[in-house]
């Protein structure tokens, strides 16, 4: 029988307070309404308004850095930072990977949320999308057919496919998570493998999507997006048995 780990009661306090005040300097950028580019307070005025000590501070400043909320320039100082969901993406992309190896839980429950985020949104971008921008949509599925004849992988235009469907609704945050959602998929998607006949197959569902869409028909629109995503689901969930 295994033991379970016990972290110390110090360790633990410390961990408790480091939480604490990351907590504390982020409520500090929300009260001064510092917003993103704005210079962040020195490190000896942080020290002094926080009370706590110069290297407990560097500590969770470092986390806050990690996080994207704050951007250290050596040499400049510190300020809030710019939107980045890098950390999310690397993060949600090392669970997606690491679950491959197992039961594929969270590469699942990825699929999961860009399936609902797509399928749902999908009526309200038709409502919108002017024809400019559906021939820019037809566009990239013009680009997935030309490489899938040629056998070749078209990453790239897939996601610009997505992006496109969902630009109209001028939402800067679904752009944001599309876009880690799109990378964390991309890293599995190299994982489990591609065949010829899969990008064939995946090129024509994303025509009749666009079919649907230049259509108007959003019911129809959301069903092809469900189709689709069960198909990634059903492939990630044959890798993680085969393996």
């Known amino acids: 029988m295994s033991i379970p780990t016990v972290v110390p009661r110090a360790r633990f306090s410390a961990q408790v307070r480091l939480r604490a005040l990351q907590a504390d300097i982020m409520e500090l950028i929300l009260e001064r309404d510092l917003a993103a580019g704005d210079p962040m307070p ?10 706590v000590g110069r290297n407990t501070l560097r500590e969770s400043l470092k986390v806050l850095q990690a996080l994207g909320v704050i ?3 050596h040499g ?4 809030v930072a710019p939107s980045n969901f890098d950390a999310l993406a690397d ?3 090392f669970r997606g990977r690491l679950s491959l190896r197992h039961e594929g839980l969270e590469a699942l429950q990825l699929v999961d949320i860009r399936q609902a985020l797509e399928s749902g949104l999908i009526g309200g971008c ?3 999308v002017t024809e400019e921008h559906l021939a820019r949509i037809e566009a990239a ?12 992988s078209f990453s790239e235009a897939d996601a610009e496919f997505h992006r496109l469907l969902f630009e109209p609704l001028g939402n800067d945050l679904l752009m944001n998570l599309m876009s880690v959602f799109w990378k964390v998929y991309r890293k599995i998607h190299v994982e489990i493998g591609t065949e010829a006949d899969d990008l064939m197959a995946t090129a024509l569902q994303h025509r009749d999507i666009y079919l649907a869409v230049a259509a108007k028909d959003g019911a129809t629109a959301s069903e092809l997006l469900n189709r689709h995503f069960d198909g990634i689901r059903a492939k990630i969930q044959q890798f993680v048995e085969v393996n």
């Open 126 to 128: 038709i409502n919108v």
């Open 91 to 93: 993060g949600l992309t």
């Open 71 to 73: 951007e250290i320039r």
């Open 42 to 51: 020195t490190e000896s005025e942080l020290c002094e308004v926080l009370g």
């Open 76 to 79: 400049f100082g510190m300020f």
């Open 141 to 152: 599925v013009v680009k997935m057919e030309e490489l899938a004849a040629r056998g070749e």
